[in-house]
């Protein structure tokens, strides 16, 4: 199920952020002559072309890096493996060596068995990738309509939400149209929380490759940056990608690269995520902590990436019906007396 909503939900996301600048272009076009009934097509349009002129140049900066380190890291893989190879040898023949002959056979004997565990856990792993191939196949699709997708939420965005509206009776259209102002306010704060958090992880990313000297330090930071968007996985597949960078480009370096980046997932995850959610979303860092703990228990990778705004949406929704039920009051004993 997450497969096929992932495509829809990044839509939605593209679709808020572009928004602001449709909006602003289409207001800014000529108000009357032709360009009136091609206005908002024309703004999307041109969204898409930013857009893809974005995406574009921050794939050729990650791209460019990768080849290039993977490139190198072939050139150099049999001499790191053999060294490799040779140095736990080594070390491993150092510790037995001194231990008696009954200790030794037990330890060669565990090493087979896991020997035997491992190409069990590697069968395990590729029948897990083989099974995983139609889901993979349905997210490709679920991207492939995905501007089509964007395409007409950003075209017709208000229409939908009338439309929506629409469908309540008088009386409660004017609540459902609150309700949508409401979670827009809400979503729209998390965007910015996420946008910041990206920010400060890649600025920090940014200062210790340099600091290390290590190359193609802006595009490993901004990669960093970028990949916060994909709670808990996206720290990581950003750190792996620096480690493979730095192995085939500055060997000697990549534990302290690997060091740098759990530094500042242990700063993220125990300080910026709840202190810049909580600032956003108006919710305290204290019980921001527990929310992320208990949507993670509950749902994993959805839990952790929805609870914030569910909770801060559910929180504005009752601020409101409190505030319309007290308006209602006063209005009702403020009657009798005119």
């Not at 490709?140 to 469908?167: C, H, N, Q």
């Amino acid at each position: 199920m997450r497969i096929i909503i992932l495509p829809f939900a990044t839509g939605l996301v593209l679709a808020y952020l572009l928004m602001p600048f449709v909006s602003w272009l289409e207001k800014s076009l000529p108000p009357k002559g032709k360009w009136q009934g091609f206005k908002r097509v024309f703004s999307v349009l041109l969204a898409f072309v930013l857009l893809i002129c974005l995406i574009g140049g921050f794939l050729y900066f990650i791209i460019t890096a990768v080849m290039d380190a993977s490139v190198k890291l072939l050139e150099s893989a049999p001499y790191f493996f053999g060294k490799s190879l040779y140095q736990i040898q080594d070390w491993f023949n150092n510790i037995i060596k001194g231990l008696p002959l009954e200790i030794q056979q037990e330890v060669n004997r565990e090493l087979v068995e896991g020997g035997v565990a491992l190409g069990q856990y590697v069968r395990n792993v590729f029948t897990g990738l083989v099974a995983s191939i139609p889901g993979t196949f349905t997210m490709i699709l679920g991207f492939a309509v995905l501007p089509f997708f964007l395409f007409y939420i950003m075209k017709d965005s208000e229409r939908l939400k009338k439309g929506f509206v629409a469908a309540f009776t008088p009386g409660v259209a004017v609540h459902a149209w609150n309700v949508v102002k409401i979670v827009e306010k809400v979503l729209g704060r998390y965007i910015r929380a996420q946008i910041m958090l990206g920010i400060i992880v890649a600025y920090f990313t940014f200062i210790g490759l340099i600091v290390m000297k290590i190359p193609y330090a802006v595009a490993l930071a901004l990669l960093a940056g970028v990949a916060e968007v994909i709670p808990t996985l996206g720290p990581w597949i950003g750190g792996a990608v620096a480690v493979i960078v730095t192995l085939a480009m500055a060997p000697d370096k990549v534990i302290w690269v690997a060091i740098l980046f759990l530094g500042v997932q242990l700063l993220e995850n125990s300080l910026l995520v709840p202190k810049i959610q909580s600032a956003y979303l108006h919710i305290h860092p204290a019980i921001m902590i527990f929310l992320l703990v208990l949507g993670a228990y509950v749902a994993g990778f959805w839990g952790l990436l929805i609870i914030g705004p569910l909770t801060a949406t559910i929180v504005e929704i009752v601020k409101y019906v409190r505030d319309h039920y007290q308006a209602q009051k006063l209005l009702e004993s403020a009657t009798p007396g005119q």
